[in-house]
């Protein structure tokens, strides 16, 4: 039996955050029977308008594990295109996308 969620996370960076932020952070997690039906597709949509709209940011990048096919879907649904491939800080794969809000 899954666990039933949906979890969005917003770090602002000075702008009164934690100060362990080095930058803006969204993050959307979709676990158990939330997961496929459009949730995390609609925080995450929300999330990069508030982050326009009310806070200025004017670029929005999402780090994704080059295996994780539904996160990368949700990021291009909210209007981010792949732009390179990386290594995290840990050392693991990790695919950029990125988008211009301004």
Request: aromatic letters at 4%; proline letters at 3%; a positive charge.
């Amino acid at each position: 039996m899954g666990v039933d969620c949906l979890q969005c996370r917003m770090c602002d960076r000075g702008r009164g955050a934690s100060s362990n932020c080095n930058f803006d952070i969204i993050a959307v997690t979709a676990c158990g029977r939330v997961r496929g039906r459009g949730f995390a597709t609609e925080a995450a949509a929300a999330c990069r308008d508030h982050a326009r709209d009310r806070l200025g940011v004017d670029r929005l990048v999402a780090i994704i594990h080059p295996d994780n096919t539904p996160s990368k879907r949700v990021a291009e649904r909210i209007g981010l295109s792949f732009e390179r491939a990386t290594t995290s800080e840990s050392g693991d794969p990790a695919h950029v996308y990125a988008a211009r809000l301004a």
